[in-house]
């Protein structure tokens, strides 16, 4: 356990989640299911017992310094890496690996959003422990794959070789998120996951593959690595972390090296990417209606999702799948349907 590492990508803004969710204040900060925990504390709370407190590691942007610290008060300040910009996943893991292998050069690396909802943790747990197993002992990189249970067209697909009997499969194919009929396809086919963006590997791996498809990025951080946990990290990592080119770890990485395995799982996992992701997670009432707030009366209401705060009091006639969202005095009444929208109606 001592040897294993969680790097939780927590910079986001949410803005498909607005009003709820904002650049000040973003998801995964926020009691998004109404359980008395925020995304962020779920995430950590996941991992509990199987990574020491002193070996998980937030990045985020330099603005949300103080919302971790609040809400993960027993994480050392030096394992909350702060990004001066928005880059993508790329910069991101890159700059928590190279300082991770600093200190620790044998570490074994799960690296997670702190947005994802999980309904068996116990099965999470099982399928983490054995993805460690698999890379403490492996230079392979293996990513989580979701077992599909619709033909989903929000999420990137990962193929894997059918032929093999273990558990961890090879890759053969990641695929961009399909059509409808592509995704049909998909689920009949038994072989293709969703790819849930979770990502497993040791420090010496992660490093190789940044080396090998990434060296422009991994001589920035090489450039970093000797003020790591120094007074002065953080002003050299505002001066050299914008040079980095903005790219996710997919196009980056994952669908360009070899050698690299999916644990096909179910967790009941979602990616909490829009209102009507989080509807399908909260529980329903008799006419599909899910709630959050202590004071909301639904009357004549079907397929809507209301978010509200605890003391707020609302009464909705009429409404068949509707968004329904106040905070801060901004209230929001959208279509479920028209949920990629909100980022327009937000400005």
Known sequence: MQNNHVVIMAGGVGSRFWPMSTPEHPKQFIDVLGCGRTLLQLTVDRFSGLVPMSNFWVVTSARYKSLVEEQLPDIPRSNI??????????????????????????????????????????????????????????????????????????????????????????????????????????????????????????????????????????????????????????????????????????????????????????????????WGSLHTRLPHDNHHNACVGENVKLIESQNCIVHVPKNKRVVIQGLDGYIVAEKNGTLLICKLQDEQRIKEFSK
């Open 81 to 274: 890496l702060l990004e001066p910009c928005m880059r993508n996943t790329a910069p991101c893991i890159a700059y928590a690996g190279w300082k991770i292998k600093r200190r620790y050069p044998d570490a074994n690396i799960v690296v997670t959003s702190s947005d994802h909802v999980v309904t068996d943790v116990e099965e999470f747990r099982r399928v983490i422990v054995k993805s460690l197993d698999f890379t403490s002992k492996s230079e392979s990189i293996l990513t989580l794959g979701m077992k599909p249970t619709r033909p989903e067209t929000g999420y990137g697909y990962i193929a894997a070789e059918i032929e093999d009997g273990s558990e961890i499969k090879p890759v053969k194919a990641f695929k961009e998120k399909p059509t409808l009929s592509v995704a049909k396809e998909y689920l009949s086919a038994g072989n293709y996951f969703w790819n849930a963006g979770i990502f497993i590997w040791n420090a010496h791996t992660l490093e190789q593959a940044f080396r090998t498809y990434c060296p422009a990025m991994a001589s920035v951080f090489d450039l970093l690595t000797p003020c790591f946990y120094r007074d002065d990290e953080q002003e050299r990592v505002d001066e050299l972390f914008p040079t980095c080119e903005s790219i996710s770890i997919d196009y980056a990485v994952m669908e360009k090296a070899s050698g690299i395995y999916v644990f096909p799982a179910s967790f009941g996992w979602s990616d909490l990417g829009t």
